[in-house]
């Protein structure tokens, strides 16, 4: 069942004179449980396609259609609502608030998202998610405290716990090493697996298509390959 | 969650510096703000403490109070007229006292009235501050141009004039001693404002402190600083989240991102802020209030709670305002700059 549909997007920028043509007409369908993965080289337009699929920048054309709701239409209030509560994210960096516990990042997604839970209850899941991620015994460090990869992980954990529909990765093992990389991504692919929580992620590294179930590779704004 | 409260607790350091600033500042207002008031006190107490109502000079004195020289008619129908009504002058000299001791004072006699002392001749009646100085009732005192003597009847608490404690004499002594027979002033307590008569200018309490020499010069320069201190530590506010915020870019733009709504960050520096300000203000106006117990009986310092009242809603309000011109930073990061930019 197509959860996210992307259709006829366009965008373009406009540097003083010159209009450069980022995305060329996409059109995409995401699968409910579905791991995405684009790849292609810097400039072909798969994180600005990341982005606007995540409302987090308007189209120039086309729709970004969510649950059957047409996103590229929604007031921005609304757009804010549907990636507090229906997506989750995952960065190149983890941005996890220095002055916040382990645990408390997670408590503030569950603020963020509004989710309906009572103090014991959040507590519990709080508790769930970070044993999911492995990160349960370290749940009252601060972020500088964590390495590279536990702040990783932290970060996913934080983008899961409010049981998002999608779950956006940039570039999410791109500040990694090989060996945690790979820990990462087994970690979303897993996570998203129970979960069952569409994914879509861009990458620079081949290695970690191994985890994925679908590859788009993107060239010049368009999507010149789609492999299931 | 209390987020304003968790980075402040995580980093004391930071916030406790800020708050020594802002409590340093608004301390050292409260401190010149008490010295303005004593200063505004000591030189003009004995007006100050008059009720509301018009003050008439001589409209030839060019608003200087010392060459009014009010007509005997009009002072008549004036004071006939208008019920309350006092006519009075003050002019700068000195006593002497047994030693040839002599102590300045602000000379002053009135007609008839209760919001003056009313001396026989050769009576005095004087500020309490020289009370301090060893003067006591009964003691007999010498003006150089006064034949007679003026024996001191008693005292009257916070009477100066001119930086100069007031010494009530009967005005046929007065006239003695400066060889005038007109009165200054008149003042007509609750007077309409619009009463206008023949020959006289008409003054407002405030207008009227305007015209003392060096008063104004005095007040403003004192209010000036106490303002200057103000607006320093709204700007103080504005550049402490300012650099804050500048360091907090990139994770406002993901905590934006991920659904974090605007004016919960806002209300993160508001919260801050309004910490910051309540603590220092409750510390700066103890340690003001306990100055002004213990201050020197000799220092002019006059501090009073409704003015720290005023001042700390100021304060709050700069602090507010400080802080919010640097939220508007907040208000335009975009989640995508953030994300583009790399590691927060």
């Given amino acids: 069942m197509t959860l996210l549909k992307i259709d006829g997007v366009r ?51 086309g729709q970004v259609i969510f649950e059957g709701k047409n996103m590229s239409i929604m007031s921005s209030e609304e757009v804010r609502k549907v990636r507090a509560s229906k997506f989750g994210f995952v960065f190149q960096f983890a941005y996890l608030v220095p002055f916040l516990t382990v645990e408390e990042q997670l ?59 999608v779950l956006f990765a940039d570039e999410p093992t791109a500040s990694l090493d090989s060996k945690k990389s790979e820990e990462v991504m087994l970690l979303i692919r897993d996570l998203t697996k129970t979960l069952n929580i569409t994914t879509l992620m861009v990458t620079h590294d081949e290695e970690m298509l191994v985890y994925t179930d679908r590859i788009i590779k993107m060239s010049d704004g368009i999507i010149l390959q789609d492999v299931i | 969650m209390n987020l304003a409260w968790k980075e402040m607790k995580k980093n004391k350091g930071r916030f406790l510096i800020l708050g020594s600033i802002v409590f340093l500042v608004s301390f050292l207002t409260f401190i010149i703000s008490g010295l303005a008031n004593g200063l505004s006190q000591d030189n003009a107490a004995l007006i100050k403490d008059l009720p509301q109502g018009q003050f008439y000079m001589d409209e030839d004195a060019d608003q200087t109070y010392n060459l009014s020289k009010i007509d005997r008619s009009i002072q008549n129908e ?160 504005a550049i402490f989240f300012y650099m804050m915020n500048v360091q907090k870019i990139g994770l406002y733009g993901i905590l934006k991102a991920i659904g974090l709504k605007t ?35 000799e220092m002019p310092f006059t501090l009073t709670i409704t003015t720290t009242i005023q001042l700390s809603i100021v304060f709050l309000i700069i602090g507010f305002i400080g802080a919010t011109i640097s939220g508007m930073q907040i208000k335009k990061v975009e989640p995508l700059q953030a994300i583009q930019k790399g590691e927060a």
């Fill in chain 2, 78 to 237: 004036i004071l006939s007229n208008e019920k309350n009504a006092v006519a009075f002058s003050i002019q700068m000299g000195f006593l002497n006292e047994k030693d040839n001791k002599q102590q300045s004072v602000a000379f002053t006699t009135a007609t008839e009235s209760t919001l003056f002392a009313n001396v026989k001749q050769g009576e005095v009646i004087l500020d309490s501050s020289l009370k301090d100085k060893g003067i006591k009732v009964g003691d007999a005192l010498t003006n150089n141009q006064f034949n007679g003597k003026f024996i001191v009847k008693g005292f009257v608490e916070q009477k100066k004039y001119s930086h100069a404690p007031v010494a009530y004499i009967n005005k046929e002594d007065y006239q003695e001693i400066y060889r005038v027979d007109e009165m200054q002033l008149i003042f007509v307590p609750n007077g309409d404002s619009s009463k206008e008569y023949a020959g006289l200018h008409s003054f407002s309490n405030r207008e009227f402190l305007q015209t003392i020499p060096s008063y104004n010069a005095e007040q403003m320069s004192l209010n000036m600083i106490v303002w200057f201190l103000i607006v320093i530590s709204g700007m103080l506010f």
């Fill in chain 2, 263 to 297: 004016n919960k960050l806002f209300k993160m520096i508001w919260i801050q802020m309004a910490i910051i300000t309540v603590v220092s203000l409750i510390l700066s106006v103890g340690l003001s209030q306990a100055f002004n117990i213990i201050s020197p009986k």
């Fill in chain 1, 107 to 165: 408590q503030l997604m569950l603020d963020v998202s509004e989710t309906k839970l009572k103090k014991e209850e959040q507590k519990n899941e709080v508790n769930r998610i970070l044993q999911l991620v492995g990160m349960d015994h370290r749940k009252m460090a601060y972020p500088p405290s964590l390495s590279g990869g536990e702040k990783q992980r932290v970060a996913i954990a934080r983008a899961i716990i409010h049981k998002p529909k």
């Fill in chain 1, 11 to 61: 965008k373009t920028f406009t540097n003083g004179e010159i209009e450069e043509e980022i995305l060329k007409g996409i059109n995409l369908s995401l699968k409910e449980g579905e791991v995405t993965a684009m790849v292609g080289a810097s400039g072909s337009g798969k994180s600005t396609l990341l982005t606007i699929a995540a409302g987090l920048q308007p189209t120039s054309d």
